[in-house]
């Protein structure tokens, strides 16, 4: 007979036996699953190298780029704007490329007139219209501000008779009086006035970001086109992302109102960027306008023919 001890002992080597198969299955499983993650990470790790690599390479050319025009930038621009003043307006543009141009225009033969720094209120939705009320009552008695409503163009034609030397007829009391009013409100940064320039270089940075982007970087655009109405010229340059939808150079190469009165640079934030604002204001001298810079829409090449 069959006792209960052997019917034990056979359903417990029955489960035993499924438990081993269990194990060595799974095992199986996990090495197949591990060998082809091991495959995939080193393949990962061979793309992150090239990848790096490239960076690297990328890197030591725009590093090799700069060093480059740093050295002969001075003599790429020498003598092109001799005679010629040039006032600077920045709206969010980097301390080091405003330092950089301004010392090309040294070489250049220009005369810097002296700065303006607009602020981000300039571009705010939200102060339009304070920014409109201000540039009327602001305005010098005799002056005329342009047929328009947006507050690029108003605060441009206001800021077109304290900067430009074509405009005319502010004297230095009412153009202090200007920038002390827009200082007063947040919309400049305090300064004394600069005297009455011939042209006028607008810095920038990138690719402006948020709800509004798009419409603070058409302020800054239709403020220069403004300058450039008034004025002897005018070069609107960006950092690497301004020629964006959401950049003040994208917006004025969208607009042909703009973009054919304009210059344009949309790596400023480079050395031959820096170059071509430059030669830009000397182009404008000419009578032309051109887009320069390394974006899709830079049509006219890396820089102005000098």
Do not use: W
Not at 163 to 188: I, K, M, N, Y
Request: charged fraction near 15%; glycine fraction near 14%; avoid cysteine.
């Amino acid at each position: 007979m069959i006792s209960l001890r052997y019917h034990v002992v056979s359903i417990t080597a029955v489960f035993l036996a499924l438990a081993a198969g269990v194990v060595l299955g799974a095992s199986g499983v996990s090495d197949r699953l591990l060998s082809a993650v091991t495959i995939e990470r080193d393949d990962l790790g061979g793309r992150v190298q090239e990848v790096t690599a490239e960076r690297d390479t990328l890197a030591a050319a725009q590093r090799a780029s700069d060093e480059f025009a740093a050295r002969i930038g001075p003599a790429a621009v020498a003598g092109a704007l001799r005679g010629r003043s040039v006032v600077l307006v920045t709206s969010g543009a980097d301390p080091a490329d405003r330092d950089a141009v301004l010392a090309l225009l040294g070489p250049a033969g220009a005369t810097v007139t002296g700065q303006v720094g607009l602020t981000a209120a300039v571009g705010d939705p939200g102060r339009a219209d304070q920014l409109r009320e201000l540039t009327a009552q602001l305005l010098p008695g005799g002056a005329q501000l342009p047929a328009a409503s947006d507050t690029g163009s108003l605060a441009g034609g206001l800021l077109g008779g304290v900067l430009l030397a074509s405009d005319g007829g502010v004297t230095p009391e009412q153009a202090q009086a200007v920038l002390t009013g827009l200082a007063a409100a947040g919309f400049v940064t305090p300064g004394d006035p600069p005297a009455p320039a011939d042209l006028v270089l607008v810095l920038t940075g990138g690719a402006l970001t948020g709800i509004d982007a798009a419409d603070s970087a058409a302020v800054v655009a239709r403020f220069t086109a403004q300058l450039d109405r008034v004025g002897g010229g005018a070069v609107l340059a960006g950092r690497a992302g301004s020629a964006e939808a959401t950049g003040p150079v994208g917006v004025a190469r969208a607009d042909p109102s703009i973009a054919a009165g304009v210059s344009t640079v949309d790596d400023v934030g480079t050395g031959p960027g820096q170059v071509s604002a430059v030669l830009a204001l000397r182009e404008q001298v000419d009578g032309r306008a051109g887009r320069y810079g390394t974006a899709l829409t830079a049509a006219d090449g890396a820089t102005p023919a000098a």
